[in-house]
């Protein structure tokens, strides 16, 4: 229990929280984001970021960290898929909770039957999507073998871009980690522009029909 509280009390402070998490609870951070319902909330972008931080400072060795959370991420996506693949389409009409919130789940939806199996890639860099979206894949029946190989395109491009940016912003911007704050500012607004511009084009077609 208090391990619990000393969790969701760092959620606050995305540095602390690498700090306290070490290596096995990046790991679980990623695959219960990636993998469980319930991860929706967490901090997936910033906390690689700075955790690429942490490993230019000599906190992490950043090839570990890169083969660790990439297949915290591919396993997590893959336990998704198939929570959606037994679940099917009961989880659409499940009530929300704070735990779960179906219009996540439902614009997931949407945006993959727009985009297709690529959505299990896209989504990756999209906070509540990449929770979503290996469950989407599995309600609709995707193929396994295709699945994992989006699984694995994505999870790679996703974790080995932000561990490496944080990385080299460390690596080469003195004293960076005490800018933190404006580091994971322009790296939410980035990972939440897709969207952003997603939401502006819905409009933009509401209104035109409207016309």
Not at 84 to 113: M, N, V, W
Not at 122 to 135: D, E, G, I, K, S
Not at 154 to 182: Q, R
């Amino acid at each position: 229990m208090d391990l619990i509280k000393d969790f969701f009390g760092k959620l606050t402070d995305i540095k602390e929280l690498v700090r306290w998490a070490g290596y096995p609870g990046l790991a679980m951070i990623v695959f219960s984001e990636t993998g469980l319902l319930v991860g929706f909330f967490l901090p997936g972008d910033s906390l690689l970021v700075t955790a690429g931080l942490f490993a230019a400072a000599g906190y992490f060795d950043i090839r570990v960290l890169i083969f660790l959370l990439i297949a915290a991420a591919v396993l997590g996506n893959s336990t998704g898929y198939f929570i959606g693949h037994k679940g099917g389409q009961a989880l659409y009409t499940r009530e929300e909770s704070r735990f779960f919130k179906r219009k996540h789940l439902l614009k997931t939806k949407e945006f993959y039957e727009h985009y297709g199996p690529i959505t299990i890639v896209m989504a990756q860099f999209m906070p509540f999507a990449r929770t979503f979206a290996p469950v989407v894949a599995g309600i609709a029946d995707m193929k396994y073998m295709r699945f994992a190989s989006f699984n694995v395109i994505g999870a790679v491009a996703w974790i080995t871009s932000m561990l490496l940016i944080g990385y080299f912003l460390g690596s080469t911007i003195p004293n960076i980690d005490k800018n933190i704050h404006y580091v994971i500012i322009v790296v939410v607004f980035l990972s939440l522009l897709p969207g952003i511009i997603k939401y502006a084009q819905v409009k933009l077609l509401v209104r035109k029909s409207s016309s």
